[in-house]
């Protein structure tokens, strides 16, 4: 049974992608920053972690291998976005806190996985959920597009390291998907700016959790995707293209 750590899967698409793999059969460790007990499975465990405290989530990471042995997959997909805005409007805490959340704790999350791999010399992935903003320019989105951008830098530093160890690595970049994080900016669109964000979605609609799911479940099967390494992936319904 392979076994695949998720951070942020607690809600949202860390939520749906979650699930997918328990149903895939995956033991799935979920670290995520308020635990809640929010399901309960045998193939899965909970723990508190908050990524972006870089002591706390190193600690974490020694209980998980102390518990549960080696591991497959790492998928960093917690993220936040507290500022829609430009450069000069978005503040240094909003900036700061982005980075430590979205670039420093995957970072850190990764750099315990690789640890690991290095001894144990097994293959495996490691999945960064990215964003369509980390490939095209997107107005007011200045540190999660910053952000967003640096982990796709995580992905490919990943594939020129670690290819020959057999670790693959992938960035995932979703377009619109309602969610938490994405709810109150949906919300507060007018019936036009709503038609037109679908409509930049080429395909006629806004993302779902399990279109998210599908793609790292295709991503994580050596049966089916071994050939694939290093992609930057838009799942978007079309948006950037
Ligand atoms: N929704 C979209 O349209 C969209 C589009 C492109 C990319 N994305 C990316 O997809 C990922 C998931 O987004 P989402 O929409 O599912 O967000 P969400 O519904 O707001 O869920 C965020 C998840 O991340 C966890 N989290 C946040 N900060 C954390 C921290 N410091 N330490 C540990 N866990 C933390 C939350 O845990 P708690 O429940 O404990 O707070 C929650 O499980 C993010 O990386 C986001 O940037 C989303």
């Known amino acids: 049974m392979k076994k695949i750590i998720i951070t942020g899967g607690s809600r949202g698409i860390g939520k749906g992608i979650l699930h997918k793999l328990i149903k895939n059969k995956y033991y799935v460790i979920n670290l995520s920053k308020n635990k809640k007990e929010f399901v309960k499975n045998k193939m899965l465990s909970n ?72 001894i144990k010399k097994n293959s495996g992935v490691v999945i960064n959920i990215s964003s369509i903003v980390s490939v095209i320019s997107h107005e007011k989105r200045a540190s999660y597009s910053i952000s967003k951008s640096a982990i796709n830098g995580l992905t490919r530093s990943i594939v020129a390291d670690y290819s020959n160890q057999k670790i693959r690595s992938f960035s995932i970049c979703p377009g619109y998907v309602e969610t938490d994080l994405t709810r109150n900016f949906l919300n507060n669109l007018d019936n036009f700016e709503k038609r037109n964000l679908i409509k930049k979605h080429k395909i006629g609609r806004l993302g779902n959790t399990k279109d998210i799911a599908d793609l790292v479940s295709f991503l994580l099967d050596e049966t089916k995707s071994s050939w694939m390494n290093g992609n930057i992936i838009p799942l978007d319904g079309g948006y950037v293209c």
Do not use: Q
Request: net charge positive; with cysteine.
């Open 47 to 118: 723990y508190k972690c908050d990524i972006s405290n870089l002591k706390e989530t190193t600690k974490v990471f020694n209980k998980i291998y102390v518990n549960h042995g080696d591991f497959y997959g790492l998928i960093n997909n917690a993220g936040i976005n507290p500022s829609r805005n430009n450069i000069v409007k978005t503040s240094f805490k909003d900036f700061d806190a982005t980075l430590k959340t979205n670039v420093y704790g995957a970072f850190n999350c990764t750099k315990e996985f690789l640890k690991k791999k290095e």
